[in-house]
């Protein structure tokens, strides 16, 4: 059975408004100070909510993940011989840097950046790409772990689907999305891009640890 969608509605954050993805909503509200969201199963009940009040909606505090064991369960421990990728987005300075590591280890394989102007999903983009061609030339093929689902997606299209206007201050930052997108176009593997579940597992062995 399919998973239903949800819809998160954030009242506070970089800007307002109903998104239909939780990576969509985490650009909003990471690192903001104060910010107010919630999710809903209904897009019509989210957006009738992001009119009203959201002390209306947060009553009680926020809500727990059902069957959160249970789904543990199902999903179960991550691969250990692995790598996992992950982006920092500077929120003062607009910066965006990447970074992959030996999940387990967590020895550094790689690192860029730090770019101006990029955006996190940019830069998770970059970091799966960079991966997959960091075990090409090695004839590797570790699974690589991301937690961005928003990112994952845009490797399977082939395509950076960034709304990011190309600036003089970021022209690098587009030249390495046409080189990864050129090399996804031109590069075959099967290597594994899985999910880093981090409501189960901990944060990712990637993370830049600035939260």
Request: charged share 25%; hydrophobic share 35%; proline share 5%.
């Amino acid at each position: 059975m399919a998973k239903s969608p949800k819809y998160y509605v954030v009242w506070k954050g970089r800007q307002k408004g109903v998104y239909d993805s939780w990576d969509a909503c985490q650009e909003q509200i990471q690192n903001f100070p104060g910010a107010l969201y919630k999710s809903f199963e209904s897009r019509t009940v989210a957006e009738k909510a992001l009119g009203e009040k959201p002390h209306l909606h947060l009553q009680g505090g926020s809500q727990s993940a059902p069957g959160k064991q249970g789904k543990l369960a199902v999903i179960g421990p991550p691969i250990r011989d692995s790598i996992a990728v992950d982006a920092a987005w500077n929120t003062a300075s607009g910066d965006m840097e990447y970074q992959g590591v030996h999940a387990t280890t967590k020895q550094l394989l790689f690192h860029q950046g730090p770019f101006p102007d990029g955006t996190n999903n940019i830069g998770e983009f970059l970091a799966i790409v960079h991966a997959l061609a960091w075990l090409k030339q090695r004839n590797s093929n570790l699974p690589i772990y991301s937690d961005s689902r928003t990112a994952i997606s845009w490797v399977q299209k082939k395509r950076a689907n960034t709304k990011l206007e190309e600036t003089p201050r970021n022209q690098v930052l587009f030249d390495l999305i046409d080189r990864a997108e050129t090399w996804l176009n031109t590069n075959t593997y099967s290597t594994k891009i899985l999910k880093w579940e981090t409501e189960h597992w901990g944060e990712n062995p990637a993370d830049f640890g600035r939260k």
